[in-house]
């Protein structure tokens, strides 16, 4: 009984397929339909000035630390930061499937665009990016542990991005759903709980609105800051 329980809970999570193929990139790209696609008029739609309005500052706000010459990125992390907060608005709709809940997903995502910050750093200044592997006035003694940490630090940091985003979203998914079937178990038995339940989880339906854009901005941001790194 409990390990069929378990399989329910976490049945939320498996990638759907259909007619055996699986719909996890049709699922990305549905997303893409939300972008409002701006017309050639004289005079701009008000959802398309709130929706410049809105890039323009995101990007402001996630180019700040990045040096100049990084900010031939900006045209790529901004995409990225539309695509993660889509997808995991996507999740939390009715009878939908969140496709960033995948680690293989995020790492993905992750991998290649830090090895293109480490690259690139190795390619511009490779004296300056082995640097940040031993910090200015190490003791001589502390040398080889101290460059074996942060070289361990660094190769964990692609890990870190897909495990953090994955994490939240598959805790936030869990919890709603756990609240949600508690309120609907007591219908039948208590409608004051039932109704305190659900008010609890229209409150937790609002927090995971604002964890799933802050997440993709945490990601993103990271990425910012390793580029800012080895730029």
């Known amino acids: 009984m409990i390990l069929a329980t378990n399989l329910n809970l976490f049945d939320q999570f498996l990638v759907p397929k259909l007619f055996g193929m699986s719909l996890l990139i049709p699922a990305m790209l549905l997303t893409t339909l939300l972008i409002y696609n701006p017309q050639d008029r004289w005079l701009s739609n008000p959802l398309t000035t709130l929706q410049a309005w809105l890039i323009a500052k995101t990007t402001k706000q996630i180019m700040t630390p990045v040096n100049k010459p990084g900010h031939k990125w900006s045209l790529m992390l901004v995409s990225l930061l539309t695509m993660l907060i889509l997808n ?7 009878y939908t499937f969140t496709p960033t809940t995948q680690l293989s997903m ?39 542990i101290l460059i074996l940490i942060e070289t361990i630090s660094l190769l964990i940091r692609p890990i870190a991005l897909a495990v953090r985003l994955t994490a939240n979203l598959t805790a936030g998914h869990l919890l ?56």
Do not use: C, D
């Not at 992750?110 to 490779?126: E, F, H, M, Q, S």
């Not at 709603?176 to 508690?182: E, G, N, P, Q, R």
């Not at 709980?193 to 964890?211: N, Y």
């Open 176 to 231: 709603m759903h756990l609240i949600s079937t508690a309120a609907l178990n007591l219908v039948t038995t208590s409608t004051l709980l039932a109704g305190l339940t659900l008010s609890i989880l229209a409150l937790l339906m609002l927090l995971e609105i604002a964890v799933a854009m802050i997440q993709a901005y945490v990601f993103t941001l990271l990425l910012s800051l390793y580029l800012q790194e080895n730029v």
């Open 88 to 94: 995991n608005l996507l999740g939390l709709l009715p």
């Open 106 to 144: 995020n790492m993905a995502l992750a991998l290649p665009l830090w090895l293109a910050t480490v690259l690139i750093g190795l390619r511009n200044k490779p004296a300056s990016s082995l640097a940040h592997l031993l910090p200015e006035g190490t003791p001589t003694p502390l040398i080889p």
